[in-house]
């Protein structure tokens, strides 16, 4: 991969960060006390992993990987919603 331009610049810079958002959040999962901080800090670990496979997406001009991260996207939604159904108990 070579950066020939601003665009393929960002687009790595952005990789980079989510990199580290990544690192850091398992860090956190591990130093967590409670299970909200966990679900919490869980769910950016995974939008952030989902935003490095569509940068990778974009880098390669894959329509398939792009494509399979705005289904993860989507599932990881729902995966959200249900998780604080479940620590709530159901409470709205």
Same mark, same amino acid.
């Not at 991969?1 to 959040?25: H, N, R, Y």
């Not at 940068?55 to 249900?82: K, N």
């Given at each position: 991969m070579s950066i020939d331009s601003v665009?393929? *610049?960002?687009?790595?810079? @952005?990789?980079?960060?989510?990199?580290? @958002?990544?690192? *850091?959040? *398992?860090?956190?999962?591990?130093?967590?006390?409670? @299970? @909200?901080?966990?679900?919490?800090?869980g769910d950016l670990v995974y939008f952030a992993a989902i935003g490095i496979l569509m940068i990778i997406g974009i880098q390669t001009g894959s329509a398939i990987i792009q494509d399979a991260a705005m289904l993860a996207a989507f599932l990881g939604i729902l995966a959200t919603v249900a998780l604080a159904r479940i620590l709530t108990r159901g409470e709205r």
């Amino acid at each position: 991969m070579s950066i020939d331009s601003v665009p393929d *610049l960002l687009l790595v810079l @952005a990789m980079g960060v989510l990199a580290a @958002a990544v690192v *850091l959040g *398992l860090f956190r999962i591990y130093s967590a006390t409670s @299970a @909200a901080e966990r679900a919490v800090v869980g769910d950016l670990v995974y939008f952030a992993a989902i935003g490095i496979l569509m940068i990778i997406g974009i880098q390669t001009g894959s329509a398939i990987i792009q494509d399979a991260a705005m289904l993860a996207a989507f599932l990881g939604i729902l995966a959200t919603v249900a998780l604080a159904r479940i620590l709530t108990r159901g409470e709205r």
